[in-house]
């Protein structure tokens, strides 16, 4: 008796003024108080008509040299070795460069044109080449981060504070999740022969102030896909299932008390993760795909490349998942860029075009929006004599399916390649165009955090980038 007295004096002590006026809106005057207390965001059903189910985001870490990939610039080229005009950089913002003699350094790879569209980019990504009347390229591109975490999370969130949303926990936020035994947000990270392995921090892929649910799961592509997945020696499934019910009916009893959203989310997760044991290893087994799949990908099961990522992506797809990210490193090229972007393109390329080609080839290319970026672009001017610093004045970004125009250019950079000069874009507009072809409208999407209402897009008045829209 003494026990159970304690256990209904906890109760008491619990019900606190925040489940106080939680349950108050499940009375009379329910909608008025809940839209005060609720976080407010868009419901998409009531804003625009959605092209997009979902987002593969493929992130090319590092900062990927526009110079030597998407943007052709035959000026630089005749222009290599002499001084950098300083009618364009004197007062401007430069990284390890900073007050050293600029050098003007042409573009290190040939370019070809490709398809109907007869579109000019760099001749090592043929393959992509094969599908480019799919891609639509943003050549105008800025950023406002110059070195790689913060630019990441800029990229990512929208913003350079630690600790905000990023894209895909907004996203699983606003529409939620198609996947039963998934996560809604799943990240996959692959590393090339360069060596430069940058690290990656989880807070790229964090939910910020949003409840921690729409967190994104990173899965390993190589190994044990979740670490600690399996259960334990002599642990049945359905000895597990059991534990996980209980000890859930103890989160639900405590939940009914405090009314806290985590409780709700280590619920969910506790029954994810009780799912995802039996639908992960089946998802991350590519020996199921046909011999002639994985020769479209190039790649082998189980060997964690970025093809191999590009195989899963397009799998996760198919089970629901809402969105995915895959990050490929060694982008960093400071140095011996010409050998570096080779090496990358040999490992992106055909992967690239097999995943545009299978999601066109299985009716998933019209609802999947594919998005191909770095965190920000490379200087024309040369550093160490053979690379390139980071920039953010420019850079190149593709887009692929759910409404895209393929086989287009938007925007431009000077004929150096030094600024974004015609129909310029921010990180802002990418977003907003992302959400608006997700069936979001971006100006109305937002979540109450420390008095304002936080926004993916920001506050500076992004931009749906409408022409580059079917």
Not at 321 to 330: E, N, S, T
Request: glycine share 12%.
């Amino acid at each position: 008796m003494k026990i159970n007295d304690e256990f209904a004096q906890f109760r008491a002590q619990q019900l606190t003024r925040r489940a106080l006026l939680g349950k108050a809106t499940q009375g009379l005057g329910a909608l008025a108080l809940g839209n005060l207390l609720t976080p407010a965001h868009a419901s998409p059903s009531k804003t625009v008509r959605g092209r997009a189910k979902r987002v593969i985001w493929l992130s090319m870490a590092g900062g990927p040299s526009h110079l030597e990939t998407f943007d052709p610039k035959p000026k630089l080229t005749q222009m290599h070795g002499q001084p950098m005009p300083e009618s364009m950089t004197k007062g401007q913002q430069l990284a390890q460069l900073q007050g050293q003699k600029l050098t003007c350094y042409g573009p290190q790879l040939p370019f070809e044109k490709f398809g109907k569209s007869q579109i000019e980019i760099c001749g090592l990504f043929p393959q992509l080449g094969s599908v480019i009347d799919e891609v639509c390229f943003i050549r105008s591109m800025t950023t406002d981060a110059i070195n790689h975490d913060p630019a990441h999370m800029f990229m990512n969130t929208g913003s350079q504070i630690a600790g905000r949303p990023s894209m895909g926990s907004w996203i699983t936020y606003g529409l939620g999740s198609l996947a039963k035994d998934l996560p809604g947000f799943v990240v996959l990270t692959s590393l090339g022969q360069g060596g430069q392995n940058q690290p990656i921090a989880a807070r790229q892929w964090s939910s910020g102030f949003l409840p921690s649910k729409f967190q994104g799961v990173q899965l390993r592509g190589k190994g044990d896909p979740v670490l600690y997945m399996a259960n334990p020696s002599g642990i049945t499934r359905g000895r597990q299932g059991t534990d996980i019910a209980a000890i859930n009916a103890l989160n639900k009893e405590y939940n009914s008390l405090v009314d806290d959203p985590e409780i709700a989310t280590r619920i969910a997760q506790y029954e994810l993760a009780f799912q995802m044991q039996a639908s992960v290893p089946e998802l991350m087994d590519l020996s199921q795909e046909k011999k002639e799949t994985l020769e479209l990908y190039g790649c082998q099961p189980g060997d964690g490349s970025f093809a191999s990522n590009c195989l899963l992506a397009r799998r996760l797809a198919e089970k629901g998942v809402r969105f995915i990210q895959l990050y490929h490193k060694d982008w960093d090229h400071h140095g011996d860029i010409k050998n570096g972007v080779t090496l990358k393109a040999k490992e992106i390329d055909r992967a690239c075009m097999a995943l545009i080609t299978d999601l066109k080839r299985r009716g998933m290319l019209d609802d999947t929006l594919i998005v191909w970026a770095g965190e920000f672009g490379r200087t024309p001017m040369s550093q160490g004599g053979s690379g390139r610093d980071h920039h953010n004045k420019a850079m190149t970004v593709w887009l692929a399916g759910a409404g895209i125009h393929g086989g287009m250019v938007h925007g431009a950079s000077d004929e150096l390649g030094y600024a974004a000069v015609e129909n310029i874009t921010t990180v802002h507009d990418l977003h907003a165009t992302m959400l608006h072809q997700l069936g979001i409208q971006h100006e109305a999407f937002s979540y109450k955090f420390q008095g304002l209402d936080a926004k993916l897009t920001g506050v500076e008045g992004a931009q749906v980038i409408k022409n580059i829209l079917t």
